[in-house]
Every structure is written in C-alpha cells, then in structure tokens.
C-alpha cells in the first residue's frame, strides 16, 4: 500500500459507534449514562465485552497484575516496543458513554481498521484498558496507569480498600482480572483519545484538540480553628469564628487562581463545619483546595498565596489554621513527536484544531512519565461529563479516531501490505 492512499485510509464511523453504543448498554443507567464503577460486576461485563472484541479482532490479549487489559497486534519487527492507543472502562458513579470507552475503542477500531485493508506495520500496535482510572470507588485516581508507571507500588494499590473495606486486590481476583503479565512493559509511543470535558472546543468551533500538556495539581486540607461559642450572649467583636474566616480563604482561592489567568485554577469543593449547628459560633472548619496550573513555579506561587492568606486571616479573625498538601502531580508536557503526530494527523484528516492543555488528570499523564505520549481531544456537549447526560457527536468521535489512526501509523513505521 502506498503512502497517499494511507493517508486517505479511514475509520468505520458506524461501526465505532455501534462499539459505543453496545458497551453503553452496559450498566445503563435511566437518563442515557453509564454506571461501571470499577472492579464491579458492571465493570466486569464490561471488560468481558471488550476482551472477546479485542479476540474477534485477532489482538492477542493479556492482563496485568493491577488488571490492566492489553489487545496486541504484531508488528513485521517484534523487537520494537509497541505503538499504543488505550483510556479506561470505568465510570463515575452517574458517567456517560464516551468518557474513556471512547479512548479504548476508538484504538479498537484503529486495529479494525488495519485489518480490513490488510495493514501491517513495523511497530506492534496495543490497546489498553486501565484499571481505575475514575478513583470513585478506591483512591488513588488513574491506579492502573500510576502501577503501571510506577508512581507508586503494586502492593500499595492492591491494598487499596472501598467504603465496605474490600481490597482492589480481592475485588480483580473476584472479577477474574488479577492477571500475571508483567507489569510496566516498554511502550513506544502512546496515544489516547478522550473527550474534552471542557467547553473549549466547542466554544471555538474545532474538532480536534492537540493536547500539548495536562495542568499540574497541588491539593491541600485546610484546618481552621476558632471557638465554639453560643449564637447570643457572645459580642460580635470577640468572636473566633472559624467558618467567617474559611469563608474568606475561599474567596482568596478565587482571587489566587484569578491572578494565574488564563490556566491557573482554583477550587475549594468540600467543606465541613464543627458543630454545625444554627445558634453555635462555629469552632472548627474544615475544607478542600484544588490548585491547578501548567507549571510548578506557578503551583508554587499559589501555594505561597495561600499560606499568606491564611497567616492574613489568623491575625484578623483571632484563628489558627493549618494547610496540609494531599496531593501533587506535576505538569506535564507531552513528548514533542508524538504531538506532532496528533496534529499531522489533524491536518490529513483535514479537521480544525487547537492546542490545548488538559484540566483533568488522565492515564496518559502518568504513562508519559514512561513513554513519549500524547492525548488527542473531540469536543463533547456543553463541556459535560462526569455526568449522565454526557454526549459527543458521531463526526467528532469519526474525526478523533482517524487522527488517531494516522497518529499511530505515523509511530508505528512504514506500513507494509499483507501478502
Ligand atoms: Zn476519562
């Protein structure tokens, strides 16, 4: 096969979209969403289905230790690492249809794909399925990869306990994904193809998002503590309000993550207030921050904002605060190649895009910790997911899964006919 009539090669649209559709059915819920709550039984039809597709498709499949799924299609040289496309199976409690499935059926239909015209390429092409990504029901968030990656260890995440204090290691063996095949082999580029889930694509009018980076994270407790006293008799002079004072740090949250316009970010989400009781000053609050922004130096400077704030606020509303951080993941950049690859792709295909750099966390945030790696976005309905109601377009999905095609032949070496 020649080179102009490769890039002219397209995906099946309609039968990308019946995968959607037909996994989707797959704990379906009433208002058109997904619930596949990971290592559930919903979890486990649904990786069942992707299996025996993988198998139709002639890909050899193998598990990881964490349950990581991976379809391989051999390559002409065995000894290259293979070229891989892969998201996750798993859904937030009340999820959609796209988010994840789409990363690892779009790779799915690549591998259709290049059968049907009979494509070989040097690389060996994979695709992977992630365990945990959502983090809804055990933490840490984006498990499989993170294991995978080696952010942190095998143990640690199959120790890992729900609400009713069953492990992530019980729940595989239950499942039957408690595989045996090594974990953290090499891979040669990754891809992964997502919804946005953010209304930048849409708001602009582009189809396909060339994803240069994901925003770095730094995550804190903060404690404030006043005093409890009674609602009447206390003037309002010698009071040591604890929710009063939280109230202000939220709003310096705001102001902090202003000022890193346009991709710093700010969010407190959760709060918890002792007593919490109408005529009681409250004594304790307690609550969450979320900073995001595309460079440590920026995540530093929010930090440093925020424990100003605080000392600001100890000295003016007669409290004492604490600031914890829980969680860090850097920025990260993805491998300059492998975007390129997106964007040619892009470019082929004939779609507008946009650089853009991920709010969210993803699998292949810690897989580019590894491997050189790029994500590629389509645009989904208003910015939602997370949600039910989560929608993407027929043309979009099309669209991200021939960017992604001709990503990973791009990757995988000069294709060869079969004879
Ligand atoms: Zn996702």
Redesign the pocket.
């Known amino acids: 096969m020649t080179v102009s009539a490769e890039t002219e090669l397209q995906i099946d649209a309609a039968r990308l979209w019946k995968s959607l559709m037909d996994l989707a059915a797959i704990g379906a819920t009433p208002l058109g969403g997904v619930r596949r709550i990971t290592l559930t039984d919903a979890d486990r039809q649904g990786r069942d289905r992707v299996v025996e597709w993988f198998k139709a498709a002639g890909l050899e499949v193998r598990v990881d230790p964490i349950g990581n799924i991976f379809g391989r299609r051999a390559g002409l040289d065995a000894s290259r690492p293979p070229v891989v496309a892969g998201?996750?199976l798993d859904s937030q409690p009340s999820g959609g249809k796209f988010?994840?499935a789409y990363?690892v059926l779009a790779g799915l239909e690549v591998v259709r794909t290049l059968n049907d015209a009979g494509i070989r390429t040097q690389a060996p092409i994979e695709v992977a399925a992630w365990t945990n990504?959502?983090g809804s029901r055990f933490t840490p968030v984006m498990m499989g990869s993170g294991a995978f990656a080696g952010a942190f260890s095998l143990e640690h995440a199959l120790s890992r306990t729900d609400i009713d204090g069953k492990s992530v290691g019980a729940e595989l063996a239950r499942i039957g994904y408690a595989g045996s095949a090594p974990l953290g082999t090499p891979i040669g580029a990754y891809f992964e193809a997502?919804i946005e889930?953010g209304p930048i694509l849409e708001e602009t009018g582009n189809a396909i998002g060339i994803v240069i980076g994901a925003l770095g994270q730094r995550w804190f407790d903060v404690t404030v503590t006043g005093m409890n006293a009674h609602a009447g008799p206390t003037p309002m002079n010698l009071r040591q309000d604890a929710l009063l004072a939280a109230s202000r740090l939220v709003g310096e949250v705001n102001r902090i993550a202003l000022a890193q316009a346009p991709h710093g970010r700010g969010t407190v989400g959760f709060m918890q207030v002792a007593p919490n009781s109408r005529n009681v000053i409250p004594g304790e609050v307690r609550f969450s921050v979320d900073f995001r922004h595309p460079e440590d130096a920026g995540l530093r400077v929010m930090e440093e904002s925020l424990r100003e704030a605080c000392g600001r606020v100890e000295r003016e509303g007669r409290v004492k605060t604490l600031v914890e951080e829980v969680v860090y993941f850097p920025p990260c950049r993805f491998d300059a190649a492998c975007v390129a690859a997106v964007r040619a792709g892009a470019q082929a295909a004939g779609h507008s895009s946009l650089e853009i750099v991920s709010g969210a966390g993803?699998d292949a945030v810690y897989v580019a910790g590894v491997a050189p790696a790029a994500m590629i976005f389509i645009p989904c309905k208003d910015g939602i997911s997370h949600n039910e109601i989560e929608d993407a377009k027929p043309e979009h999905l099309a669209a991200g899964c021939n960017v992604l095609l001709h990503a990973m032949l791009s990757r995988a070496g000069p294709a060869g006919h079969e004879a």
């Open positions: 998201s996750h988010d994840g990363g990504e959502e997502h889930q993803h």
